[in-house]
């Protein structure tokens, strides 16, 4: 089992940036892949981002690419989602998820765990 929680939401203007959190706990040590996801009021939940086991892969949406930058910190099996140029479009719950495994995957259901989501609004 692993256990996920994120931090980092809150209010941001327009234009701005915010960057996200997700720390892992529990069974760590085994190699696993991270993701970001985001789910908008009356929207289903979509894919936003994901980052191999060792760092050296990432996947992105298109709709994030060149804003948003995933990375992680294995020693504090961790990882981050740096947000930048952020517009009301981003406004969403954001949830980090890890599947085992190293390859890399858009849909969610490839995903076995699940952060409890963090709250990004932009506003303008």
């Known amino acids: 089992q692993v256990q996920l929680v994120e931090s980092g939401g809150g209010l941001v203007q327009t234009g701005g940036s915010l960057g996200l959190s997700c720390a892992a706990s529990g069974r760590t040590s085994s190699n696993y892949a991270m993701s970001w996801f985001r789910q908008s009021a009356g929207k289903t939940r979509e894919f936003v981002a994901a980052i191999s086991w060792s760092g050296r892969s990432t996947l992105y949406a298109d709709s994030v690419k060149g804003r948003f930058t995933i990375s992680r910190d294995k020693a504090l099996n961790t990882v981050y989602l740096q947000m930048n140029s952020l517009d009301d479009e981003d406004t969403a719950v954001y949830y980090c998820?890890?599947?085992?495994?190293?390859?890399?995957?858009?849909?969610?259901?490839?995903?076995?765990?699940w952060g409890q989501g963090t709250q990004v609004t932009v506003s303008s």
């Open positions: 998820a890890a599947r085992s495994g190293i390859a890399l995957y858009r849909r969610e259901s490839e995903y076995d765990y």
